[in-house]
């Protein structure tokens, strides 16, 4: 069973950088699926905002393109979330799973809180 840990959120101001972490654990076929990033703001549900595919293809919503970065690391198991110009509307609980070309897990991590607010 597959087990997601996320990492590397925090506060930060308007215009700053955070880079998250996703641990993908108890997996031997990560390198075989394509890995995304989704958040959940308050109120609202949880959404895609990028994807990296098994041969390194990415995908960004256009809330996000241009200031987040997708990056995986298959030896590690691990996938990375490198976030710019960061945007008070960033802010949102996000987390790891599988997504784009395939359905997440039914089993999430706990995410990782990111709050940008001066």
């Known amino acids: 069973q597959v087990q997601f840990v996320e990492s590397g959120g925090g506060l930060v101001q308007p215009g700053g950088s955070l880079r998250l972490s996703c641990v993908a654990s108890?997996?031997?076929?990560?390198?075989?699926?394509?890995m995304g990033w989704y958040r959940q703001a308050p109120g609202k549900q949880r959404e895609l905002i990028t994807f990296?595919?098994?041969?390194?293809?990415?995908n960004y919503d256009d809330s996000v393109k241009g200031r987040f970065t997708i990056s995986r690391d298959n030896a590690k198991n691990t996938v990375f979330l490198q976030m710019d110009s960061l945007k008070p509307e960033d802010t949102a609980v996000y987390y790891c799973?599988?997504?784009?070309?395939?359905?997440?897990?039914?089993?999430w991590g706990q995410g990782t809180q990111v709050t940008v607010s001066s």
């Open positions: 108890g997996s031997k076929f990560f390198r075989d699926y394509p």
């Open positions: 990296i595919t098994s041969r390194g293809g990415t």
């Open positions: 799973n599988v997504g784009g070309e395939a359905d997440p897990f039914a089993d």
